[in-house]
T-cell receptor, first 109, second 114 residues
Framework: GQNIDQPTEMTATEGAIVQINCTYQ??????LFWYQQHAGEAPTFLSY????GLEEKGRFSSFLSRSKGYSYLLLKELQMKDSASYLC??????????FGAGTTVTVRA | IAGITQAPTSQILAAGRRMTLRCTQD?????MYWYRQDLGLGLRLIHY???????GKGEVPDGYSVSRANTDDFPLTLASAVPSQTSVYFC?????????????FGPGTRLTVL
């Protein structure tokens, strides 16, 4: 099974940078995903990491260290619309996703 | 292009009643999933199907059943609803199971069991 931990809440100012950490323990690692979920809406895909290192996608970047069971999602140049919950999800060897409880990010003007 | 649709959007159900949540995708994705989302617990996998004709149990399958008669549809049935099944239910699909195969989520069904 999976054990996925991420902070419950974070607050940051518009234009700033926020880093959301995710640690995991897994019986078989097969990739890590980050999703964004606005209140009352469905999750939407942000990023995917399967090898160690940084994946950059515009204002969003995601990092993975498999040996440490650690990932982070970096949000740069924060905008008000980035206020949402960010979900870390680990895929196991059977291709099933396990999600963390999510980190609610509040962006303040 | 609709993507994934779920019905109903919301439902209030008496305990003991049978209920089927519907999920349809038009992307010809092979894999489909059902999750429930509860405050503080995140998304938990109920059942999944890697391809039409096959299904598997997720983390919290008890009290739920699924079928996958064709590629597009993946209904979730609660045989006899209980209050602990009050939750938001999301259906998802992906082109395949491995590699860079993200899951696409439907809009969700908010279910209240009284």
């Amino acid at each position: 099974g999976q054990n996925i931990d991420q902070p419950t809440e974070m607050t940051a100012t518009e234009g700033a940078i926020v880093q959301i950490n995710c640690t995991y323990q897994t019986s078989g690692f097969n990739g890590l995903f980050w999703y964004q979920q606005h209140a009352g809406e469905a999750p939407t895909f942000l990023s995917y990491n399967v090898l160690d290192g940084l994946e950059e996608k515009g204002r969003f970047s995601s990092f993975l260290s498999r040996s440490k069971g650690y990932s982070y999602l970096l949000l740069k140049e924060l905008q008000m619309k980035d206020s949402a919950s960010y979900l870390c999800a680990v895929r196991d060897r059977d291709y099933k996703l396990s999600f963390g409880a999510g980190t609610t990010v509040t962006v303040r003007a | 292009i609709a993507g994934i649709t779920q019905a109903p959007t919301s439902q209030i159900l008496a305990a003991g009643r049978r209920m089927t949540l519907r999920c349809t995708q038009d992307m010809r994705h092979n894999a489909m999933y059902w999750y429930r989302q509860d405050l503080g617990l995140g998304l938990r996998l109920i059942h999944y199907s890697n391809t039409a004709g096959t299904t598997g149990k997720g983390e919290v399958p008890d009290g739920y059943s699924v079928s996958r008669a064709n590629t597009d549809d993946f209904p979730l049935t609660l045989a006899s609803a209980v209050p602990s099944q009050t939750s938001v239910y999301f259906c998802a699909s992906s082109p395949g199971t491995g590699g860079y195969n993200e899951q696409f989520f439907g809009p969700g069904t908010r279910l209240t069991v009284l």
